[in-house]
């Protein structure tokens, strides 16, 4: 209890409401990203097609390129008065701009890669032979993904919501294109901190910094040791 | 009641082609080379290889035509693999109760029956990755009924196995014909193996049908390689007459004038049984001799004789209604002058007994 009060008195209401933020904002985001990763990366793990290194290159694009260049087209996107903005209002949504709704999507964007990479390994790893045997059992596409293609990429689904929710976490530059600064609305931690490094608030800016890495820490941490030992296989042998 | 098969399917420089019906009861085994299409056509047969044309008819169900294609989840079949492709995420009780959860007809055994006849009960716990490849097998085999299939595919299943381990699966194989009674096809390029189980046979080579027929028929007939083979040898039945306690022997009946004795098999008087005996092991006598140590002598008529290599001639004896055949050197064959019609000897060295008898083979 003692700690707490403490570390009430030493964050604020709004350092507070920045962590609420992220946390919604990173845990929204990671939903979104297996929705949408998951049949990008079956896509990609079993395509035959010619485009597929492009629509890869796009997938990792965020990968190499600066937050900035990201978050500077999706302002443009966002605007009230372009395409993207207009239809957002059209479909019942308030203005897109410096909404949380347009953190949301700049982080999907943004983290794309860090969820379709490890979903594509593990279904890449995937012994297609085992689908064969599953569909003379009579196991139709839809049972054949949830008995067999989920348990066995177990391991690329939790590496990728980690990773995924880690890196929403800890982005920054796209937020701050695109989400501008709302206290309790759009400012999440990263740029809190910023915010109070600027205006000298250091003791706030060092809990935050301090427990942004101790949190990665302990995620990283359990990715690592997750993917060390894992037994998906129990005798650690898959015969395909 | 049989399936219809009529398939082209081409494949880089192999095509598959071939025209036939199959009976759907009893073993029905694909024989021939490696690389003859046997697993193609069996993947085929499975719905998991496709071919743009062709047909296919199970009974009274299409299963693939000009119009229709029945995916394989749908086609009420079993198939064991030569690898045995069991669920690495689930032990053996769940590997088994994925298929009985999902199979095909209600009245079908239960995991517990299967695991018994199988020998797998002690294995239930275990993960696919703690079995041995001979154990792995039998749970696929044992998986595999439990779906209740209308026809059962098996695909090489010995062929990963050592031969104690694949000899254990065989047996298994044959004593399961007491429990249950569906149609199986079964590729092999191992005539030893077939011979036990099978009882008719279609022989493919380079993607071609080369001959179908019942398996007895087609090990004896000279025009078919299989005959020409090394270790060729002629398949026969017979029944048990008694059982010699005082020498260990066992008296069968080929057929009304034709007795053989062989150490003592463990069937039942009058059970039917297969014998297997290998042409390099029958020597021809132009008379009963009575000083010969060889036990089993049978007077026979030449069926017909072809010559096989520089030095071999293979011979072909007519019993009553069955045939044996005796591999020989041009040598002795033209000392003999043995010729198509003639009455004969034929000395045979060793029969194997290919089951325990059972009274309805």
Avoid at chain 2, 330 to 352: E, F, H, M, P, W
Wanted: hydrophobic residues 45%.
């Amino acid at each position: 209890m003692r700690s707490l009060i403490e570390m009430n008195s030493m964050l604020s209401a709004a350092d507070l409401a920045a962590i609420v933020v992220t946390l919604k904002l990173a845990t929204i985001t990671t939903i979104i990203l297996l929705l949408v990763g998951l049949p990008i990366a079956w896509w990609l793990a079993n395509t035959r097609v010619r485009a597929k290194p492009l629509v890869e290159a796009i997938v990792a694009l965020p990968l190499v390129l600066p937050p900035t260049v990201l978050g500077f087209y999706l302002l443009l996107a966002f605007a009230p008065d372009s395409p993207v903005g207009q239809l957002w209002q059209y479909l019942g949504g308030e203005q897109l701009a410096f909404s949380f709704s347009a953190l949301v999507i700049g982080s999907v964007i943004y983290s794309l890669p860090f969820a379709v990479q490890p979903l594509q390994a593990s279904f890449e790893q995937l012994p297609k032979s085992l689908l064969e045997a599953a569909a003379t059992m009579g196991a139709n596409g839809r049972d054949q993904f949830f008995s067999i293609i989920l348990p066995l990429s177990r391991r690329g689904i939790i590496g990728a919501a980690s990773l995924g929710f880690a890196h929403t976490v800890g982005e920054f530059g796209v937020i701050l294109m695109i989400g501008g600064n709302i206290p309790g609305e759009t400012q999440v931690l990263s740029i809190a901190l910023y915010d109070r490094v600027e205006t000298l608030q250091y003791s706030s800016a060092h809990w935050m910094a301090g427990g942004l890495i101790v949190f990665s820490l302990l995620l990283l941490g359990f990715i690592y040791r997750f993917n060390k030992t894992a037994s998906l296989y129990p005798a650690g042998r898959v015969r395909s | 009641m049989s399936l219809q098969l009529d398939v082209d399917l081409q494949r880089d420089d192999f095509q598959l082609q071939l025209t036939g019906t199959l009976p759907s009861d009893g073993v029905t085994a694909i024989y021939g080379p490696s690389g003859a299409g046997k697993t193609t056509l069996l993947r085929w047969i499975a719905g998991l290889e496709k071919s743009a044309a062709g047909e296919l008819r199970f009974r009274d169900e299409v299963w693939q035509d000009h119009q229709r294609f029945i995916p394989t989840h749908q086609r009420q079949i079993a198939y064991v693999f030569q690898d045995a492709r069991l669920f690495p995420h689930l032990n053996v009780e769940g590997n088994l109760a994925y298929a009985y959860q999902r199979r095909f007809n209600q009245q079908g055994p239960s995991p517990t029956q299967v695991g018994d006849w199988l020998g797998i009960t002690a294995l239930l716990a275990h993960f696919p990755g703690q079995l041995s490849s001979g154990q792995q097998q039998r749970v696929a085999i044992a998986r595999a009924l439990l779906s209740s299939p209308k026809i059962l595919l098996m695909d090489e299943p010995l062929g990963s196995l050592d031969k104690p381990a694949g000899q254990k699966i065989l047996h298994h194989l044959q004593a399961l014909r007491q429990h249950i009674n569906i149609p199986v096809l079964y590729v092999s390029h191992d005539i030893e193996e077939l011979s036990r189980i099978a009882q008719h046979l279609l022989i493919l080579e380079q993607g071609r049908m080369i001959e179908q027929g019942a398996l007895m028929d087609l090990c004896s007939r000279l025009e078919l390689s299989l005959s020409h083979e090394e270790n060729a040898a002629s398949v026969i039945s017979a029944s048990i007459l008694n059982h010699d306690t005082h020498y260990g022997l066992s008296e069968l009946a080929i057929d009304s004038s034709h007795r053989l004795f062989l150490a003592a098999s463990p069937g039942e008087i009058n059970d039917n049984i297969r014998l297997r005996i290998p042409a390099r092991d029958v020597s021809i006598a132009l008379s009963a001799s009575t000083d010969s140590s060889i036990l089993n002598i049978l007077p026979c008529t030449i069926d017909s004789i072809e010559q096989t290599g520089e030095s071999r001639i293979l011979v072909r004896l007519k019993l009553e209604q069955q045939f044996l055949l005796a591999r020989l050197t041009k040598k002795s064959a033209d000392k003999l002058q043995l010729a198509v019609g003639q009455r004969v000897y034929a000395q045979i060295k060793t029969a194997a007994l290919l089951n325990e008898g059972s009274p309805h083979e």
